[in-house]
């Protein structure tokens, strides 16, 4: 079996804000057999995020596989609103990087 980091699978991993509650995780993939693969992986699910990130699966707000964008979309409820005392991250566009080194088993 051979295993890759999803950043040399994906075309693009990405975070931003969806909201000022929200933050949205997109990882868009060049190819169908790339994504299918990654998919049948097991890598990228509900479960797997929340265990990457260390949150209960109930911040976890929406889980999609959107196959005519050939891409996989999360996304979490913030501990705090956005631009709030205490938010180390405004825009939410600093929290893909746990994504960048997740091992997918092809």
Same mark, same amino acid.
């Given at each position: 079996?051979?295993?890759?980091? #999803? $950043?040399? #699978?994906?075309?693009?991993?990405?975070s931003k804000n969806a909201g000022?509650?929200?933050?949205?995780?997109?990882?868009?993939?060049?190819?169908?057999?790339?994504?299918?693969?990654?998919?049948? $992986?097991?890598?990228?699910?509900?479960?797997?995020?929340?265990?990457?990130?260390?949150?209960?699966?109930?911040?976890i707000s929406d889980f999609v596989?959107?196959? +005519?964008?050939?891409?996989?979309?999360?996304?979490?409820?913030?501990?705090? +609103? $956005?631009? $709030?005392? &205490?938010? &180390?991250?405004?825009? &939410?566009?600093?929290?893909?990087? +746990?994504?960048?080194? #997740?091992p997918v088993a092809l």
């Open positions: 079996m051979n295993t890759r980091k #999803l $950043s040399e #699978l994906a075309k693009t991993i990405r000022v509650n929200k933050i949205t995780f997109d990882i868009i993939f060049r190819d169908r057999d790339t994504y299918d693969a990654v998919r049948r $992986s097991r890598a990228l699910t509900r479960d797997a995020m929340a265990a990457l990130y260390r949150i209960d699966q109930e911040r596989e959107y196959d +005519p964008g050939l891409a996989i979309k999360f996304t979490i409820y913030r501990l705090r +609103p $956005s631009g $709030s005392a &205490g938010d &180390g991250d405004i825009f &939410g566009a600093q929290q893909y990087a +746990p994504l960048l080194d #997740l």
